[in-house]
């Protein structure tokens, strides 16, 4: 519909055509699940596929535990991380209405960092040392995707797996907001209105 939209208007405009047929037509709206967020088997399975020390694993390891998308994940370094805490500006918007995240390092993200050989100035490089582009890592990362046997796990369905797990261990909208910059409730709510719907279940369940 959008590329016939831009074909009529032109063929009106060059008076190759009476009228634009397009006008008022509505879109047809489709409801989509988005990406694929990560299970914990998922996880399990990559982590098994790629062990700490390896660049994957750490990949892995910065996107759990920062939520950042795929273009916030290239460019962390050891700038980032100090007292304990990683800080960085989401990439998304940063120059419209910037989202600083600062939350403190998790143990098991320490530990990756500290067990893998990094860059000087992010901790994932390219063969040739230099820092991932987004599409770039995207791609690199995809193709570590493939080696576990997870075609269809994303960077970003890491991303939503994390804030998927805050909620289940009862972290409110608020605090998940805190840890991945999202700015709306609306996207945050679903997270926690399906773990409170599991833990209901689980508590009407019978015995």
Same mark, same amino acid.
């Given at each position: 519909m959008k590329a016939m939209r831009a074909m009529f208007y032109w063929a009106?405009?060059?008076?190759?055509?009476?009228?634009?047929?397009? @006008?008022? @037509?509505?879109?047809?709206?489709?409801?989509?699940k988005g990406h694929h967020s990560w299970t914990d088997y998922e996880i &399990? /399975?990559?982590? /098994?596929?790629h062990p700490v020390s390896t660049k994957?694993? !750490?990949? !892995? *390891? !910065? =996107?759990?535990?920062?939520?950042? +998308?795929?273009?916030?994940? #290239?460019? !962390?370094g050891p700038e980032h991380v100090s007292e304990g805490r990683i800080r960085f @500006? /989401?990439?998304?918007?940063? *120059?419209? &209405? #910037?989202? =600083?995240i600062d939350i403190p390092v998790h143990e098991e993200l320490a530990a990756s960092i500290a067990a893998t050989q990094t860059g000087e100035k992010t901790f994932l490089v390219t063969q040739w040392g230099k #820092?991932?582009?987004?599409?770039?890592?995207?791609?690199?990362? +995809?193709d570590r995707c493939n080696e576990a046997g997870l075609p269809h796990c994303s960077a970003h369905g890491v991303r939503k797996a994390t804030a998927a797990a805050l909620a289940d261990n009862e972290a409110t909208a608020h605090e998940i907001m805190s840890v991945t910059g999202h700015r709306s409730m609306k996207e945050v709510e679903r997270y926690t209105l399906a773990a409170d719907q599991a833990q209901i279940a689980n508590r009407s369940s019978p015995t």
């Amino acid at each position: 519909m959008k590329a016939m939209r831009a074909m009529f208007y032109w063929a009106t405009e060059e008076e190759e055509f009476d009228d634009n047929p397009t @006008v008022g @037509v509505k879109n047809i709206k489709y409801a989509t699940k988005g990406h694929h967020s990560w299970t914990d088997y998922e996880i &399990a /399975q990559y982590q /098994q596929r790629h062990p700490v020390s390896t660049k994957a694993r !750490l990949a !892995l *390891d !910065l =996107l759990r535990f920062t939520t950042g +998308r795929r273009e916030d994940i #290239p460019r !962390l370094g050891p700038e980032h991380v100090s007292e304990g805490r990683i800080r960085f @500006v /989401q990439g998304k918007n940063e *120059d419209r &209405a #910037p989202i =600083l995240i600062d939350i403190p390092v998790h143990e098991e993200l320490a530990a990756s960092i500290a067990a893998t050989q990094t860059g000087e100035k992010t901790f994932l490089v390219t063969q040739w040392g230099k #820092p991932f582009t987004t599409n770039g890592f995207g791609n690199w990362f +995809r193709d570590r995707c493939n080696e576990a046997g997870l075609p269809h796990c994303s960077a970003h369905g890491v991303r939503k797996a994390t804030a998927a797990a805050l909620a289940d261990n009862e972290a409110t909208a608020h605090e998940i907001m805190s840890v991945t910059g999202h700015r709306s409730m609306k996207e945050v709510e679903r997270y926690t209105l399906a773990a409170d719907q599991a833990q209901i279940a689980n508590r009407s369940s019978p015995t």
